[in-house]
């Protein structure tokens, strides 16, 4: 079992930036693909970024490609969330995900962080 703790939310202004950090609770979190989703009032959970095991592979969700930027410290057990340019539409409740096997874009996650809000203001 692996227990994910996401920080770092906030409000904050249209064209600003905020950093998300999500905490694993695993010996092994080297041996775990990492992401970031995220899911807005009314709408469905929607992926937003993901990373394999080294950090070496990572893909995004059109919509923020350009602008947002998942890394990992697994020195740390960490992964984070870089999120620059944010506009309106970003606003929503972010959640990390981790999976035991790395498959890219079709990964499939296996444990889920409780969220952490992100409101942009514009």
């Known amino acids: 079992q692996v227990q994910l703790v996401e920080s770092g939310g906030g409000l904050v202004q249209a064209g600003g930036s905020l950093r998300l950090s999500c905490a694993a609770s695993t010996r092994t979190f080297d041996n775990y693909a990492m992401a970031w989703f995220r899911q807005a009032p009314g709408k469905e959970r929607e992926f937003v970024a993901g990373?394999?095991?080294?950090?070496?592979?990572?893909y995004y969700a059109d919509s923020v490609k350009g602008r947002f930027t998942i890394s990992r410290g697994n020195a740390k057990n960490t992964v984070y969330l870089q999120m620059n340019s944010l506009k309106p539409a970003d606003t929503a409740v972010y959640y990390c995900?981790?999976?035991?096997?790395?498959?890219?874009?079709?990964?499939?996650?296996?444990?889920w962080g409780q969220g952490t809000q992100v409101t942009v203001s514009s």
């Open positions: 990373i394999n095991w080294t950090g070496g592979s990572t």
């Open positions: 995900a981790a999976a035991r096997n790395w498959l890219g874009t079709t990964t499939k996650y296996d444990y």
